[in-house]
């Protein structure tokens, strides 16, 4: 790898570690080949989803399509002067991830800009495209280009995603809809949001959790412990939740403490350690 490279993958990681402690914490429980690869999937969908959510005094459609255009050009021609991009060209080229895994990612970052209320149909896209595709890129990192691997592992990885999308849409339930004027989860109004909705959507996440968690069990012990950690920190983030009213999640941001997370970390290490997972 040239130093160029590095140095790109080395910003990747740099963003990884400003924007979440918990991702990061969870890479550095991946095997080291896997580690700069996976920061570099997350610089790039980082960088996409801050265009959509946070640059507010900006043309954001503008900016997401040169970032469309720029990231295709960078996969194209395997060299980027910006970093993210180049870290993510790198990633890309070298693990095979096909252009409709990205192209369904920007597709609902593009979602985010001008749809408010979803229905069936367009939450499904929305959900494949903002998560489950991120674990499909992932995924291609873990299995090495072993085709084989990657399909038997291909719909536990969506159902990953999937869940952990849908912890975050009832997380963020008030911030999106009273902020952002957004509702993701259909036929539900976020105005008059009632625990018999909260507990269909749990059940829909449960199910979820269950079917991620079996593909968890058959990861290569090099990429195991970091994925687990991460399905532990939701799982433990789900249950707060679920023990929790539907009006308080109108009114409170669950998150769990620096502190459980350490204690998770290491009951997550231990079980790896005597092949519990």
């Given amino acids: 790898m040239d130093l160029y490279t590095k140095n790109a993958l080395q910003c990747s990681r740099r963003t990884t570690r400003n924007y979440s402690t918990s991702?990061?914490?969870?890479?550095?429980?991946?095997?080291?080949?896997?580690?700069?690869?996976?920061?570099?999937?997350?610089?790039?969908?980082?960088?996409?989803?801050?265009?959509?959510?946070?640059?507010?005094?900006?043309?954001?459609?503008?900016?997401?399509?040169?970032?469309?255009?720029?990231?295709?050009k960078a996969i194209e021609d395997k060299i980027s002067t910006n970093p993210i991009l180049h870290s993510f060209q790198?990633?890309?080229?070298?693990?095979?991830?096909?252009?409709?895994?990205?192209e369904a990612f920007l597709d609902s970052m593009q979602m985010d800009l001008t749809h408010e209320d979803y229905n069936s149909q367009t939450f499904k896209k929305y959900v494949y495209g903002s998560a489950e595709v991120v674990?499909?890129?992932?995924?291609?990192?873990?299995?090495?280009?072993?085709?084989?691997?990657?399909?038997r592992l291909k719909e536990p990885a969506m159902k990953l995603g999937e869940a952990f999308q849908k912890i975050n849409f009832l997380r963020d339930l008030s911030s999106d809809y009273l902020e952002r004027s957004r509702s993701y989860f259909p036929q539900i109004d976020p105005a008059s949001f009632s625990d018999a909705d909260k507990a269909k959507i749990e059940e829909d996440i449960a199910i979820d959790f269950n079917e991620a968690y079996e593909g968890i069990k058959r990861l290569n012990k090099d990429s195991?412990?970091?994925?687990?950690?991460?399905?532990?920190?939701?799982?433990?983030?789900?249950?707060?939740?679920?023990?929790?009213?539907?009006?308080?999640?109108?009114?409170?941001?669950?998150?769990?403490?620096?502190?459980?997370?350490?204690?998770?970390?290491?009951?997550?290490?231990?079980?790896?350690?005597m092949n519990l997972i």
């Fill in 90 to 102: 790198y990633v890309v080229n070298k693990y095979s991830i096909e252009k409709e895994t990205i």
């Fill in 224 to 273: 195991r412990l970091g994925v687990f950690l991460a399905y532990t920190y939701y799982k433990k983030l789900f249950l707060k939740i679920r023990q929790t009213k539907a009006k308080n999640i109108m009114s409170e941001r669950y998150r769990i403490s620096n502190t459980r997370k350490m204690a998770l970390l290491f009951k997550g290490y231990i079980k790896h350690k």
């Fill in 135 to 151: 674990g499909l890129m992932c995924l291609r990192v873990f299995t090495e280009n072993n085709a084989k691997e990657y399909e």
């Fill in 23 to 72: 991702f990061s914490l969870g890479v550095r429980l991946l095997s080291k080949k896997y580690r700069m690869p996976i920061h570099g999937i997350y610089g790039f969908v980082r960088f996409a989803d801050e265009i959509v959510d946070t640059f507010h005094e900006h043309d954001k459609k503008r900016l997401l399509k040169e970032f469309r255009e720029d990231t295709y």
